[in-house]
């Protein structure tokens, strides 16, 4: 079974924080991605990387930063957390098919962060 | 702006009913369309997915319908179970990424 796993389930910070999230993948997939779910908005792509130390902005980059030193691991960057990131933050992997193929994405537990 | 939207928010529905959600998109480069399963404190999950030159897929109690002329799609959940209580995500699939409806929270009484 594939698993991703996120470094912590609930983390409060104060604003201006410079926050970390770090997620896991013990599949060797190239793919992984970074989203945040809210109520009512269902779930937002905010980075992708479809290798190591290749990233991609997502819908709403907007105050993130990410890091894809290895393959494995794909680190969310708050640089200096606010009041409307707190939020859900799920993590998410694929395989990277290239063959037109389906490329089922797999999520980690999430990360509830609370900014104050 | 949401690229797929969903329907309804929430309903509830007793044991053995079939709650029917409903999604509709406008980006037609989509060329996937999956639903994913969100238990409390978990992570959305794989559930069925349907191509659109496809009209119907049937994965045990659960149906896709897909109306590409209007482009519609939505799920059915045939005979359900206090175990499906959960929320419902949509997704149209483009380039690999994902873009998903609101989502829709079922709740099946016993």
Redesign the interface.
Known sequence: DVK?TQSSRYLVKRTGEKVFLECVQDMDHE?MFWYRQDP??????IY?SYDVKMKEK?DIPEGYSVSREKKERFSLILESASTNQTSMY?C?S?L?LETGD?????????TRLTVL | QQQVKQSPQSLIVQKGGIPIINCAYENTAFDYFPWYQQFPGKGPALLIAIRPDVSEKKEGRFTISFNKSAKQFSLHIMDSQPGDSATYFCAGVSWGKLQFGAGTQVVVTP
């Open positions: 991703v793919n009512g908005l269902g779930l937002r792509l992708f997502g799920l998410a694929s990277g389906p490329d089922t994405q797999y999520f980690g537990p999430g």
